[in-house]
């Protein structure tokens, strides 16, 4: 355990019957994740001893993305929704003996920032709550603060004329030692018009300790949370905005920004080149000098310095282009791994694939990976040439410096520097076209 010890609770229980969906509300995508994917991101840069998601509705769901994004994350289940304090006491079990920091993060609320983090986690307070300053306040609850601290949060229901004019307003996010929370969190009431017990009421009741509570502010957006499809609209938008200028910033050239779509992950390195109309699924790395002409998608792919894709190629998830590599237009990659220098210019799939350094891949080359119920590998050597239109019927390895005429089925292994030809011999039937089309002019002529 780390000297100063955090735990992070990520609240991710609501049905969120707003977004008018099957689909629990935190597995809804936004750059090209779901929602919680961006609160275990966020959770991420505190390098936390541990995480714990709270699951309820569509928990199974809930539970293997979690799975996918983070194998070490926790998840506990909040079988009826009580409110947020009644959540948070779901993760006690998971908390029992440790000793540091828990922040509670929400599932829903994608833009809390690192460094908003890290303020809460080194605030020395008993109790942190992040505020924010909202340019219309709302319906938000109001962070009470004096010099003392924050005095208390005021649901805005509950609010004077007074209080309402604050516009410093609770986000949810709070930060506290564990010790406390164990304390506390058993002793929230649900003595309240919804019947649920809040979390905010921790302060009054820390407050009551002699504990000190106090509030680390951040933007409006970054609390922003979705709770209908216009609101994940809208935060889609800001976050490929943010995107777009963050690779800017960083040295990517985007010819048309606007037209560029990134994913939470999405690693560019300098000097690479991005055209237009180009979409980045999850997974995707870019190495500085590379090129990605327009029209693209790519998704778990891995592209080196100096290669080039498209226009119109498609990367699937375990794509691997070696340094100067090119994948041409109408080109299809998947799991399968391009070395240095090769060339697929058009209208090819290679799938389950490993082709050595500077071979070059004809058109219309297909690697015939799949036979019903296996999927198998091809295996190309380096400085090879693969004729146009080669069906190349895996299990198969055709040699180093090996060549395949144009239009083969290649079924067997061809050795290093050999040439395989696989194909029907051409019969030449004279005048046979002639007489086919004059009997079918006949034909529908006596109808």
């Not at 891995?302 to 100067?324: K, N, Q, Y």
């Not at 080359?365 to 080669?390: L, W």
């Amino acid at each position: 355990m780390s000297d100063n010890p955090i735990a992070v609770v990520v609240l991710a229980a609501g049905q969120g019957s707003r977004m008018q969906s099957d689909l629990p509300k935190v597995l809804h995508r936004l750059g090209g994740v779901p929602l919680v994917g961006h609160a275990l991101a966020a959770a991420r840069t505190l390098d936390p001893d541990q995480v714990i998601v709270v699951a309820g509705h569509g928990a199974d769901q809930v539970r293997k993305a979690v799975a996918r994004l983070n194998p070490d994350a926790r998840i506990v289940l909040q079988e009826e929704q009580l409110g947020t304090g009644h959540a948070v006491r779901q993760a006690l079990p998971d908390l029992e003996g440790f000793e540091g920091k828990v922040i509670v993060l929400y599932g829903d609320t994608p833009f809390i920032g690192e460094d908003t983090l890290a303020a809460l986690a080194s605030h020395t307070a008993d109790l942190v709550v992040l505020g924010f300053e909202a340019e219309d306040p709302g319906r938000y609850g109001r962070l009470v603060v004096t010099d003392r601290g924050l005095e208390r949060i005021v649901e805005f229901k509950d609010a004077d004329a007074a209080t309402r004019q604050i516009a410093l307003c609770n986000s949810g996010v709070m930060a506290l030692d564990a010790a406390l929370l164990r304390q506390l969190v058993v002793r929230l009431s649900n003595d309240n018009a919804s019947g649920e017990y809040y979390l905010t009421d921790l302060v009054e009741l820390a407050r009551a300790e002699g504990r000190r509570a106090d509030v680390v502010t951040c933007d409006e957006e970054e609390t922003l949370g979705i709770n209908t499809r216009a609101e994940l609209a809208a935060a889609e938008a800001a976050f490929q905005t943010r995107a777009r200028s963050d690779a800017l910033d960083n040295g990517v050239t985007l010819p048309d920004p606007a037209t560029v779509w990134f994913s939470l992950d999405t690693c560019i390195g300098r000097d690479a080149i991005i055209g237009q109309n180009v979409v980045f699924g999850p997974g995707v790395t870019i190495e500085s000098g590379a090129e990605i002409l327009p029209f693209c998608h790519l998704e778990g792919c891995h592209i080196s310095s100096g290669a080039t894709v498209g226009p119109f190629a498609r990367l699937r998830p375990g794509a691997e282009l070696g340094g100067d590599a090119h994948v041409g237009n109408f080109v299809e990659i998947k799991n399968a791994v391009l070395d240095e220098g090769v060339k697929v210019g058009h209208l090819t799939y290679l799938g389950d694939a490993h082709i050595g350094e500077h071979t070059n891949i004809g058109a219309g080359t297909i690697t015939c990976n799949y036979d019903g119920v296996m999927k198998h590998r091809t295996q190309i050597g380096a400085r090879a040439f693969i004729g146009s239109d080669t069906m190349l019927v895996a299990p198969v390895r055709v040699g180093s410096e090996a060549m395949t005429g144009s239009g083969s089925v290649i079924t067997q292994d061809v050795p290093d520097g050999a040439m395989a030809i696989g194909r029907a011999r051409q019969t030449v039937k004279p005048g046979l076209a002639i007489r086919m089309m004059q009997a079918l002019r006949a034909k529908k002529e006596n109808r």
